[in-house]
C-alpha cells in the first residue's frame, strides 16, 4: 500500500461521519454548476475522487449519468449511503483514476482536489487518462490548492499557480474559465475545455 493510500485510509478510518473530514464542503463548486448549463440529461459526467459524494449526487439530481471513483473503500460507503438517502442512482467504482477505464466518453469530468496529490510523474499519467476519457465536446472542472503548506514535508497538495496549470494542461486543453480561491476555499477553480472545441 502506497503513502498516499496509507494517509486517506487513516484519515478516513478515523472519521465516524463524513463532517469529520477537514476538506468536507456541501457547496458544489461554481465552475461545476457552470459548466452543467450546457449539459442535457442523460450525459456522461466523472467524477474523480469522488470521496463521499457531495458532487456525484449533485450532478445526479441535476439528471447527468454519473460515474464516481475513488481508491478509499470508506470514502465509497459515504458516498453510496448518500446517494441511496437521496433517491438517486450513482455508478461508484473504486479505482485509482490512472487505472481506470470506461467505454463511454465523458461529457464532464470533475476534479475536485485529487491531481494535487499526485507526485509529478503520476500527473502525467494523469493527464493521459483524462485525456483518453473526455468527449470532444467535455467540460474538465478542476479545483487545485493554490500553494503547498509550508514545512509539509512533500506529504501535502502541491500547489502549482495558474500559469503552470494551464501549461500543463497544453496543447490540448485550453482554459475557458478561472476563478481563484472561490468560496473562500484555498483552492483555484478551473474549467478547460478541448483546444478546438467551443467554450459553451
Known sequence: MGSR???????????KDETKLHWHNEESPILLKKAME????????????????????????NGLKVTGIDFIPKALAFARERAKKSQVDVDLVQSDVTEFYN??????????????????????????????LMSDRANYVLLHIS?????????GPKGKSKDEIE???????????????????????YRFVRNYAEAA
Open 147 to 155: 500553494k503547498s503548506k509550508p514545512l509539509d514535508f512533500g506529504l
Open 103 to 132: 467505454a463511454e466518453k465523458f461529457d464532464l469530468i470533475l476534479d475536485n482536489g485529487c491531481l494535487h496529490t499526485f507526485d509529478n510523474r503520476k500527473r502525467v499519467k494523469y493527464k493521459e487518462k483524462l485525456l483518453s
Open 5 to 15: 493510500r496509507l494517509i486517506y485510509e487513516m484519515i478516513y478510518g478515523g472519521a
Open 167 to 189: 501549461r500543463f494542461f497544453g496543447p490540448e486543453l485550453r482554459l475557458v474559465e478561472f476563478l481563484p480561491r472561490a468560496g473562500g476555499m484555498p483552492f483555484h477553480q
Open 38 to 61: 450546457s449539459l442535457h440529461d442523460g450525459c456522461n459526467a466523472l467524477d474523480i475522487g469522488c470521496g463521499t459524494g457531495v458532487n456525484s449526487v449533485f450532478m445526479a439530481q
